[in-house]
């Protein structure tokens, strides 16, 4: 079975920090973008960083300074570190092996959009 499998959420003072692991099973990211996408609660699925390649080609504006992406093939996983956490940045998170990189979707886990999605973590700021 393919999968991927999130891990690290959880709650977090402002100004906090949190990383997130993904970890692949099935498949390896020699071949697909790895994405991060976030929804919280009213809000659209925003892709927040992508990574292709070992290269990371995108980050969000309301991210960037903030947040790290990055992926170790040897252990099949990818990361998002994620610094000076802000209650804006309270979502569910998800890890994707996705085509393209979509910035905005109507939902998470849409199927398609990506390869493959994580079950998401929750990821709350106060």
Not at 49 to 59: A, E
Not at 110 to 122: E, F, H, S, V
Request: proline fraction near 4%; aromatic fraction near 12%; charged fraction near 20%.
């Amino acid at each position: 079975d393919v999968q991927l499998v999130e891990s690290g959420g959880g709650s977090v003072q402002a100004g906090g920090s949190l990383r997130l692991s993904c970890t692949a099973s099935g498949f390896t990211f020699d071949e697909p973008h790895m994405g991060w996408y976030r929804q919280a609660p009213g809000s659209k699925c925003e892709l927040i960083s992508d990574i292709r390649g070992g290269g990371v080609t995108y980050y969000a504006d309301s991210v960037k300074g903030r947040f790290t992406t990055s992926q170790d093939n040897d252990k099949y996983t990818a990361y998002l570190q994620m610094n000076s956490l802000k209650p804006e940045d309270t979502a569910v998170y998800y890890c994707a092996a996705i085509p393209s990189a979509v910035k905005v979707l109507r939902r998470c886990q849409d199927p398609a959009y990506a390869y493959y999605w994580g079950q998401g973590t929750q990821v709350t700021v106060s």
